[in-house]
């Protein structure tokens, strides 16, 4: 069974600094990884992908520039890094495994198994 636990989430202030991360069990983490969010009332939103050696990576237009995605394959985890935070910023951010086939992807179809979520919230 594929599993994924984020964790770091937290509420902090614009402009600030927050890294989450997602820990993965070994059969999960031979695949691209991705991020997530979802803000109130909202779609849930590509944010950054990695390629399973962390080689390529993608990030949505939102955030390009002031996040960064990377992994670490010996501890299993997959991190993303959020400078310059903005209140839109705001929701649950969702880590992804994605299918066998996939380099990297913004679509959440592209993926197949996901974790539960870590709340991230940004005030001004």
């Known amino acids: 069974q594929v599993q994924l636990v984020e964790s770091g989430g937290a509420s902090v202030w614009a402009g600030g600094s927050l890294r989450v991360s997602c820990a993965a069990n070994a059969r999960s983490f031979s695949y691209a990884m991705g991020w997530f969010r979802q803000a109130p009332g909202k779609d849930r939103d590509f944010v950054a992908s990695i390629s399973r050696s962390g080689g390529s990576t993608l990030y949505a237009d939102s955030v390009k520039g002031r996040f960064t995605i990377s992994r670490d394959n010996a501890k299993n985890t997959v991190y993303l890094q959020m400078d310059s935070l903005k209140p839109e910023d705001t929701a649950v951010y969702y880590c992804?495994?994605?299918?066998?086939?996939?380099?990297?992807?913004?679509?959440?179809?592209?993926?197949?198994?996901w974790g539960r979520g870590t709340q991230v919230t940004v005030s001004s």
């Open positions: 992804a495994a994605a299918r066998p086939w996939i380099l990297t992807s913004p679509q959440a179809s592209s993926y197949e198994y």
